[in-house]
């Protein structure tokens, strides 16, 4: 009769031992030989027709080792069950078992100890007790009239001016890269872009104003682009920024083509255009509905960085304890890729950090009851479809056209879609519910405060 032992060897760290008699797997051995020997495909005999002494004395060792060791795992497994542990990961072997030991020839007792990590109890930290900043960010003006007149260009016409006399002209150019006597190289970077006149340097853009198509300049990367567009540039044609030699490249700018967007007037086929189905008449109501949705946008980087307040009192003031030991080990033996002890040993603060905050999702979900059901997952599925398209206002779309289900359907069929999505929705439901917990310090910012503040705590 099988037995299974248990025994601390360290914090949350015990030690499983599986002890079988002979009667505990020989009648599976022996059934599992009678199948091999009918299924057997032997030259020289019948299908099925196999002497089964021929079998053992072929196979029978290695279905021998596979029927203990299946015996093993079932014991260990029901034993797990029956005494509802809660382990990480798997269970590890410990060294001190000798498969080779086994022999069909002469069936014995045998015993497997394994190493198990076992899960804590853990109390979650107060979220009352939490009171967290919660940033309002002032729509200014200035903001209201930048967005405008991105808008308006956005849905403007393009047109074809006879000359460059804008900064907003857009230059369809070719680069050609020039050797040191002028000459286009032959095989050289030669390269198609579309560049704002406003992006070039200032004392450069002066020099462009009355060119036309056709035209053609000189230039250096140095000279003709300051830092930041400089660095794109540099990308676009194939150069890197850390070369210092490659923004003194000489090139050979043709223009091929002038554009100019003639901004979209403040009118009712522009507020429809920018908030379809809302019949906005006048410029007012526009203003008012797109400092709204502003107001929104703002809105929700709040609650993405009340949401980073939430997530570090939650890992820095639940305290819980680990099997380090265990965990150390399993990182080198159990994972995907098998890592050295050094390399354990450096991982383990990042790797405990976030099995810390996976158990604190864990109990929040069990505490809060927080469940993700099939309409959560399609929904969510939905979303990102016109995510895709550059749509986020699913309610003006009709997202029950058949096209759309269809496109549900298959991601549903996604079984790494549904995983995913299910981690997200849930932990999305997680802080919706912390949220209502904490208290919130209001504060007022403005906006080039708060995302200097998210520049220097990148999370």
Request: aromatic share 10%; charged share 30%.
């Amino acid at each position: 009769m099988a037995t299974v032992t248990r025994e601390n060897i360290g914090l949350l760290n015990e030690k499983i031992t599986v002890k079988l008699a002979k009667e505990d797997y020989l009648p599976s051995f022996e059934k599992a030989l009678k199948n091999y020997s009918k299924q057997a495909n032997i030259p020289g005999f019948r299908k099925g027709m196999v002497p089964s002494g021929l079998i053992r004395k072929m196979h029978g060792q290695s279905v021998f080792a596979d029927e203990v060791l299946r015996t093993v795992e079932k014991q260990l497994n029901d034993y797990m069950v029956n005494e509802k542990l809660e382990i990480f990961a798997q269970p590890l072997p410990l060294p001190e078992n000798d498969s080779s030991a086994l022999n069909h020839m002469a069936p014995a007792e045998y015993a497997f100890a394994f190493e198990v990590g076992l899960k804590p109890e853990i109390r979650v930290a107060d979220l009352a007790a939490a009171k967290l900043p919660y940033y309002k960010i002032t729509v200014t003006d200035e903001m209201l009239e930048e967005e405008i007149n991105r808008l308006q260009l956005r849905n403007g016409a393009m047109t074809e001016p006879e000359i460059v006399d804008n900064e907003e002209n857009v230059l369809n150019l070719t680069f050609e890269e020039l050797d040191e006597t002028g000459a286009v190289v032959e095989g050289g970077i030669k390269k198609d872009n579309s560049v704002l006149v406003k992006y070039f340097a200032p004392a450069f853009r002066t020099g462009l104003m009355g060119r036309k198509k056709d035209d053609s300049f000189q230039l250096t990367l140095a000279e003709a682009f300051e830092e930041k567009e400089r660095e794109w540039i540099l990308s676009d044609l194939g150069l890197s920024k850390e070369d210092a030699a490659a923004a003194s490249k000489p090139f050979k700018a043709t223009i091929t083509k002038l554009g100019l967007v003639e901004k979209s007037p403040l009118d009712e086929n522009f507020f429809n255009a920018v908030f379809p189905g809302k019949e906005i008449k006048d410029e007012a109501g526009f203003r008012e509905a797109l400092k709204a949705d502003i107001e929104l946008q703002l809105e929700n980087q709040s609650r993405n960085q009340l949401f980073d307040g939430i997530y570090h009192f939650l890992v820095d003031q639940t305290k819980i304890e680990f099997p380090e030991t265990f965990l150390k080990r399993w990182m080198q033996q159990g994972g995907e890729q098998p890592k050295t002890e050094a390399e354990a040993e450096k991982e383990y603060p990042s790797f405990a950090n976030s099995l810390k905050w996976t158990l604190i999702v864990d109990q929040l979900v069990k505490d809060n009851k927080i469940e993700v059901n099939q309409e959560d997952l399609r929904g969510f599925a939905k979303a990102q479809l016109f995510s895709y398209m550059g749509n986020m206002n699913m309610g003006q779309l009709d997202i029950e056209q058949p096209w759309v289900n269809d496109y549900v359907d298959r991601m549903m069929k996604d079984r790494k879609f549904v995983e995913d999505s299910f981690h997200r929705i849930q932990t999305d439901k997680v802080f919706a519910v912390a949220e209502t917990l904490v208290q919130k310090d209001e504060k007022p910012i403005s906006l080039e405060e708060f995302q200097k503040m998210q520049s220097e705590h990148k999370h």
